[in-house]
């Protein structure tokens, strides 16, 4: 992750997701208007938003794009880390079943869970999920079998809080954080330059 000379760190780490991410003090707050002619709407209720530019980042969308990723896919890869990349710690700092892979943070319990690449696998296996954080393509693909397999909503609270979170999928904690993803999904819907400029949406999600 890049080093920015004023940041603001957005604490939203979980048991098996991070949303932790560094978002300029100078990033434009959302009201009805934002820089660079971007519009965007309405923070989520109690939670802070906005956009700011980060260089490269419209590449980088196009790259998810290419790969076979979905809006929605890079609206979660976008909450998870500015740049939408793996240059994060080694399994986001966690191991086991706990430990998050590729431009997602997918925890290693839902990989071996769902993704035919890694299923049947074990606990002590986790560290074959950092073959994600090289190959974007199988990335997204896990991604979309995971989401197939659980249901969105079970899904969510997976990503979210992991194994604990596929069981109690519907805490407000939960859906906080599937708001928050939902409302990057519609600002990026919601212009067709938002897919390939260099926008970052943001929101600030409540650590647990």
């Known amino acids: 992750m890049r080093r ?19 978002v300029p003090s100078s990033a434009q707050k959302t009201s009805d208007s934002a820089a660079d ?64 892979f590729g431009i997602f943070k997918q925890n290693w319990y839902m990989l071996r869970s769902k993704c035919d690449r890694f299923r049947g696998q074990t606990t002590s296996q986790w560290n074959n999920g950092a073959a994600l954080n090289s190959n974007l393509t199988a990335d997204i693909s896990c991604l979309h079998q995971s989401q197939n397999a659980y249901g969105m909503t079970v899904w969510f609270g997976g990503h979210r809080n992991g194994q604990t979170g596929i069981n109690n999928p519907n805490t407000g904690d939960i859906n906080g954080y599937k708001t928050a993803i939902y409302w990057i999904r519609d600002q990026l819907n919601s212009n067709s330059a938002n897919l390939s400029n260099d926008t970052r949406f943001w929101v600030d999600v409540r650590p647990i």
């Open 37 to 100: 002619g971007i519009v965007i709407a309405a923070c989520p209720s109690g939670m802070r938003c906005g956009s700011y530019s980060i260089s490269g980042l419209g590449s980088r969308k196009q790259q998810v794009r290419n790969a076979g990723g979905n809006v929605l896919d890079l609206a979660v890869a976008m909450l998870e880390t500015d740049r939408m990349n793996t240059n994060y710690p080694y399994g986001d700092n966690k191991r086991d079943d706990a430990a998050n």
């Open 4 to 22: 920015l000379p004023a940041i603001m760190v957005t604490l939203g780490l979980t048991l098996a997701g991070a949303a932790l991410s560094a």
